[in-house]
């Protein structure tokens, strides 16, 4: 996911579109049929308030089932049985947060407004092809799903804006009945046995946890917090005993301890893993993009026989990160701001577009640390010079305010 980029073209009364609780209330399972089992599994994943939206406008056993819901997409499954035999087992992707972030911006002419984020989606559809055959150069033709982009209308009413933009102002007279929307068709993934046959690479933000948490100790959790973010941007020197770098980065990105369970566990896994985070610096090394890192799944190894396969599936953003970004923020800093490492700080705006580059970086380094390849990790010019506390106070005021 990425949300920084879709969150600064929108209006200031958003807030950070939060995945829903998941709070299912049906009774005993095995009483329901199988559809309502199905939708019930659906409400579970993705919340009640927005399953109750959905089958507003698409009838639960018409066809498409909605699976899942992440911080761009809506993801769809099209059952078997409704599929004709040329198809592949395919989701398909709606990006409803793209196009309907846009029905917040100040709207006057809808005709033009419509035209401009048609070609707003063109654009993307055309930047997509080329970053995935750069993705395909790096990381292998099969580390990328095949998918297929189109400009489609897809329908959209205020309680689904409301509960995608939970405290947002739906002003339900501008709400148009559809808006065009990009939606992909890509190869279905087995996305089940997590730890056994699959792993995601990729985790959110861990300023996020650290906002929402009202723990006792929250200053052992900055500490650590501190402790492993140096260590991931290069600031701090390894431990002598790399198990307990192990575990702070582990406390920094807790899912991470089902991929150092498994790198102990399996030594395919952790060859792959150790070639993954090679092509990863690379990358970026070369291209500077940032890859969206921050949300579960975007990357995953799933296992195949004895070996693991790369999957990326949702790498990539309109965002157009890019590690220069981060660069820039620091030598401003540095250059303007402050005469000594004390009067460092982190602005609003600059917090919001450091977020993603700086947790990419430090996944990648995070992945290369598990993986036994702490000695060549992916750097940015400058930025062990900024100690943690200026990233965690600036990017925790920054995700508090959305
Ligand atoms: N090809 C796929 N096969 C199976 N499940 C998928 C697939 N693509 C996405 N999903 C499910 O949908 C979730 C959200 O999809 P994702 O592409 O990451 O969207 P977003 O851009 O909103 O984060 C994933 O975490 C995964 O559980
Ligand atoms: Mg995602």
């Given at each position: 996911m990425?949300?920084?980029?879709r969150e600064?073209?929108v209006?200031?009364?958003?807030?950070i579109?939060q995945?829903?609780?998941?709070t299912i209330q049906?009774?005993d399972?095995t009483?329901?049929?199988?559809g309502a089992?199905?939708?019930?599994f659906m409400?579970?994943r993705v919340g009640?308030?927005l399953?109750?939206a959905i089958?507003?406008v698409?009838?639960?056993?018409?066809?498409p089932?909605?699976?899942a819901?992440g911080?761009?997409?809506?993801?769809f499954?099209?059952p078997?049985?409704?599929?004709?035999?040329t198809?592949?087992?395919i989701?398909v992707?709606?990006n409803?947060?793209r196009?309907?972030?846009?029905?917040?911006s100040?709207m006057?002419?809808?005709?033009?407004f419509e035209?401009?984020l048609?070609?707003?989606l063109?654009?993307s559809?055309?930047q997509?092809?080329?970053?995935?055959l750069e993705l395909?150069?790096?990381?292998?033709?099969?580390?990328?799903?095949?998918?297929?982009t189109?400009?489609?209308?897809v329908p959209?009413?205020?309680e689904?804006?409301?509960?995608?933009?939970p405290?947002?102002?739906?002003?339900?007279?501008?709400?148009?009945k559809t808006m065009p929307?990009l939606?992909?068709?890509q190869r279905?993934?087995?996305?089940s046995g997590?730890?056994?046959?699959?792993v995601s690479l990729?985790?959110?933000?861990p300023?996020r946890q650290l906002?929402?948490?009202h723990a006792?100790d929250a200053?052992?959790q900055?500490e650590?917090?501190?402790?492993?973010h140096d260590?991931?941007?290069?600031?701090?020197e390894?431990s002598?005993d790399?198990?307990?770098?192990i575990e702070s980065?582990?406390?920094?990105?807790?899912?991470?301890?089902?991929?150092?369970r498994?790198?102990?566990q399996?030594?395919a896994?952790?060859?792959?893993?150790?070639?993954?985070?090679?092509?990863?610096i690379l990358?970026s090394?070369?291209?500077?993009?940032c890859l969206?890192?921050?949300?579960?799944?975007n990357m995953t190894?799933?296992?195949?026989g004895?070996?693991?396969?790369?999957?990326?599936?949702?790498v990539?953003?309109?965002?157009n990160?890019s590690?220069d970004?981060?660069?820039?923020t620091?030598?401003?800093?540095q250059?303007h701001?402050?005469?000594?490492v004390?009067g460092l700080?982190?602005q609003?705006e600059e917090?919001?577009?450091?977020?993603?580059?700086?947790?990419?970086l430090r996944?990648i380094?995070a992945?290369?640390?598990l993986?036994?390849?702490?000695?060549d990790?992916?750097?940015i010019?400058g930025?062990e010079q900024?100690?943690?506390s200026?990233w965690?106070e600036?990017?925790?005021a920054?995700v508090?305010?959305?």
């Open positions: 990425n949300k920084t980029a600064s073209s209006s200031h009364e958003r807030t579109p995945d829903a609780a998941p049906e009774s399972p009483l329901l049929d199988a089992q199905q939708r019930s409400r579970l009640n308030h399953a109750d089958e507003q698409l009838p639960p056993d018409s066809g089932r909605l699976i819901k911080g761009e997409h809506l993801v499954e099209v078997k049985k409704d599929m004709p035999d198809f592949r087992d989701v992707k709606v409803f947060y196009s309907g972030g846009a029905l917040f100040p006057k002419d809808p005709v033009a035209l401009q048609r070609q707003a063109e654009e559809i055309i997509r092809r080329v970053k995935v395909r150069k790096y990381f292998g033709y099969d580390a990328v799903p095949a998918q297929k189109f400009i489609r209308d959209v009413t205020p689904i804006l409301t509960s995608l933009y405290g947002a102002r739906v002003d339900a007279k501008r709400v148009p929307a939606v992909s068709v279905r993934l087995e996305l997590e730890g056994e046959q699959y990729t985790e959110y933000y300023e906002v929402d948490s006792d200053r052992e900055e650590a917090y501190d402790f492993a260590l991931l941007t290069g600031r701090r390894q002598e790399p198990c307990k770098d980065i582990c406390r920094l990105y807790p899912e991470m301890r089902l991929i150092a498994l790198v102990d399996d030594p896994f952790k060859k792959k893993l150790g070639d993954v985070v090679e092509r990863l990358y090394r070369d291209t500077h993009r969206d890192l921050a949300g579960h799944n190894l799933m296992k195949s004895d070996s693991w396969k790369l999957k990326m599936l949702d990539l953003n309109d965002a990160f590690f970004a981060l660069d820039r620091i030598v401003e800093m250059e701001r402050a005469s000594d004390h700080s982190l609003h917090a919001g577009k450091a977020l993603n580059p700086l947790n990419t996944v380094n992945l290369a640390f993986s036994g390849h702490s000695e990790i992916l750097k010019s930025i900024i100690p943690a200026v965690r600036g990017i925790s920054y508090s305010s959305r």
